[in-house]
């Protein structure tokens, strides 16, 4: 009879597509299905409140579906290299399947983990679960990585067409039941308080929801993303991203049903998911970028690290409404929109000269897409110090682009209530407001409101002469 094979699922929280979990199956002899909850990740980066919520909702969807396959998913705390050697141990388990990851503690602990398997003359193999395509497969003519997103973008497509996604495999057995009491061990969810309401209504985790979302949005509007994809009030992105975060979907699959629909939306589309390759591209390459600019002369920046201002921010409090609601948006949803993360980001690095790691910690505590790769990125693009970032004197003016993505005021009407009833467009400047306009709108400045915690001009031009001091 074939031994066991154990599947260590991780960010690949699917049967659909999933390579290391088809490979375990393919072994022929019985799958043990394994998540271990390590925390061992360095400090800042274990993983946030918001992520751990989605991952319950992940897990339990997930614990389902593969009770439905006759498989009972082993939930471990701990670290996973012991855990995995525990249910080798257990089993009986001669192989062991997994997808890869990339942050720099995981391949670390990878190598750690296969090379212990080795000794052990227990197969382990590690498959392509998280990327259309590994950070090694786009380079240069040279062998060097890419640091410019168009030449990668060029390359990457240059390489084909991704291969097809695997179909979840068939049921293994008769139906399990889930244990539910293997999921609350974990203790993933908020308790005292439970802050999680705004992320309840907001989403559905799992495989049967993520791939619902995904069909929804090319169906109905992909064709219209590229006009659609910067006005954070209106439905224009996919909101896909917790979903490849925690992986229930591939982005091969994401690739191809994009493909199937074709045009010129699906194309942008694409392009934006090859924004998310290029990220862990770079990480991989990379691997110091999450703690230190890739631009060196940003290491004597002069930033201000305000703890007073960065709690401002945190709480959307800053009197520019725009970012405010961007700030809202993510506490009570664990989302943002990507064109309000720009703003925002800006905003706390520019014009209160917070250190963008400042900003990314925020984040990876608040987002239910927390992404190492994407998260780094993001931010050392904002901040100007990154790969192929926006220059640094271009400073994001929150009112005027306040104007331009939420022309009504309709985003800033939904997260800022307080200034619900200021007029169209007028509600990104309540303080140029004439008192009269604010007073029968219900705005005391000061009060329901707070005043702009900085004057832009002044903060803009502070922040081109603290770039000209490094520059
Ligand atoms: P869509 O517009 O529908 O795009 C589809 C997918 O493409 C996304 O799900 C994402 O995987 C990828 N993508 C889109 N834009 C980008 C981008 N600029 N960079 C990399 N991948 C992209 N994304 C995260 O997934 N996790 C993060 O922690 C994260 N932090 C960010 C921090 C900052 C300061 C900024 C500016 C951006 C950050 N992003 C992050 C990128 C981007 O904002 C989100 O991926 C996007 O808003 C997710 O929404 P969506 O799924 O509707 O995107």
Known sequence: ?????????????????????????????????????????????RAGGAARWWLHGALAALQGDLAGLGL??????????????????????TAVFWNRRYEPWAIAQDKAVKSALDRQGVVARSCNGTLGREPWEVVRKTGEPYKVFTPFWRAW????????????????????????????????????????????????????????????FVDER???????RDFPDRPGVSRLSPRLRHGEL?????????MRHGGAGAEGFVRQLVWREFAYHLLYHFPELPDAPLRTEFKDFPWTDEPRLLAAWQRGRTGYPIVDAGMRELWHTGYMHNRVRMLVASFLTKDLLVPWQRGAAWFWDTLCDADLANNTLGWQWVAGCGPDAAPYFRIFNPVTQGHKFDPDG??????????????????????????????????????????????????????????????
Not at 158 to 184: I, M, T, W, Y
């Open 410 to 471: 309709t985003y800033v009407r939904r997260w800022v209530p307080e200034l619900g009833k200021l007029p169209g467009a007028h509600i990104h400047a309540p303080s140029a407001l004439p008192a009269d306009t604010l007073r029968a709108a219900g705005v005391r400045l000061g009060v329901t409101y707070p005043e702009p915690i900085i004057d832009h001009g002044t903060a803009r031009e502070r922040a081109l002469a603290a770039y000209a001091s490094v520059r």
């Open 250 to 258: 591939s982005p091969r699959q994401i690739w191809h049903a994009a």
């Open 157 to 216: 497509n240059e390489l084909g067409p991704l291969s097809k996604p695997l179909p979840a495999p068939a049921a293994l057995g008769p139906v399990v039941r889930p244990d539910p009491a293997a999921l609350a061990a974990l203790e993933l969810l908020p308790t005292k308080p439970d802050w999680s309401g705004g992320l309840r209504e907001a989403w559905q985790p799992g495989e049967a929801a993520a791939a619902d979302a995904l069909h929804g």
């Open 72 to 93: 009972q998913l082993h939930l471990r705390r701990g670290d996973a290299g012991e855990e995995v050697a525990r249910l080798v141990r257990e089993t009986g388990a």
């Open 222 to 228: 992909i064709a219209d993303y590229p006009t659609q």
């Open 1 to 45: 009879m074939t031994p066991p094979a154990i599947v260590w699922f991780r960010h690949d929280l699917r049967l659909a597509d999933n390579p290391a979990l088809h490979a375990a199956v393919q072994a022929g002899g019985e799958v043990v299905p394994l998540f271990v909850l390590d925390d061992s990740a360095p400090g800042q980066w």
